[in-house]
């Protein structure tokens, strides 16, 4: 995937964002801050998935969660009309500090936009690029995040959840989604979710 030197430094820059994260997580052995650890799986993910990616699409995928603990899921009600209130909220502030790194780094407003619009989910299952975003943010979940998860979550729960995610994944998606390395007990609720 070939790189410019505004990417990379957009990257260096979202990156050092990530880095005032005090959520630490612990990865093959080094201690990474938790959002750098995702933005870098994001990364890693959308290059295996879509390699011939927009730079709008790498960069979203590099700043998806930027400095997401500063709007903590806590200081919203702690019931679904509040948790849809803070992702909307969240979606609209990573696109604000998004926009204020790509601005310095020198990215024309079009791209900046761009940004903003696959940031904020915008014509999922529309538009070509916000699934693409969508499909590797379900892979990054699945991969890293569903496990942990789960031990949390009663099997209804986790069945609904992986159907939920499923739905909002194209073909192609789902098809890698398939060859993840899951664990035996998630591959069983994978099965169980797909034959609801």
């Not at 696959?118 to 538009?127: D, F, H, I, S, T």
């Not at 994944?169 to 398939?178: I, T």
Request: hydrophobic share 35%; glycine share 4%; aromatic share 10%.
């Amino acid at each position: 995937m070939a790189t410019s030197d505004k990417l990379k430094k957009a990257f260096d820059l979202f990156d050092k964002a990530n880095e005032q994260d005090p959520n630490k997580e612990v990865y093959n052995g080094s201690e990474y801050a938790k959002e750098v650890l995702y933005a870098i799986r994001m990364t890693d993910k959308l290059n295996s998935f879509a390699p011939d990616a927009s730079e709008a699409v790498q960069l979203t995928a590099r700043c998806q969660h930027i400095c997401r603990w500063e709007i903590s899921r806590d200081s919203y009600e702690m019931n679904r009309t509040g948790y849809l209130k803070w992702r909307q909220d969240l979606k609209k502030f990573h696109a604000d500090k998004a926009g204020e790194i790509l601005k310095t780094v020198g990215y024309d407003k079009d791209t900046i936009d761009n940004v903003a619009f696959l940031l904020e989910k915008k014509q999922l299952k529309k538009n070509e690029e916000t699934q693409t975003m969508e499909d590797v943010i379900c892979l990054v979940f699945l991969e890293f995040y569903f496990e942990p998860f789960a031990k949390k979550y009663s099997e209804e729960k986790l069945i609904d959840i992986l159907q939920k995610t499923w739905r909002k994944m194209s073909k192609k998606g789902q098809e890698a989604a398939l060859k993840l390395p899951l664990s035996e007990s998630s591959l069983a609720l994978v099965g169980k979710a797909l034959q609801g």
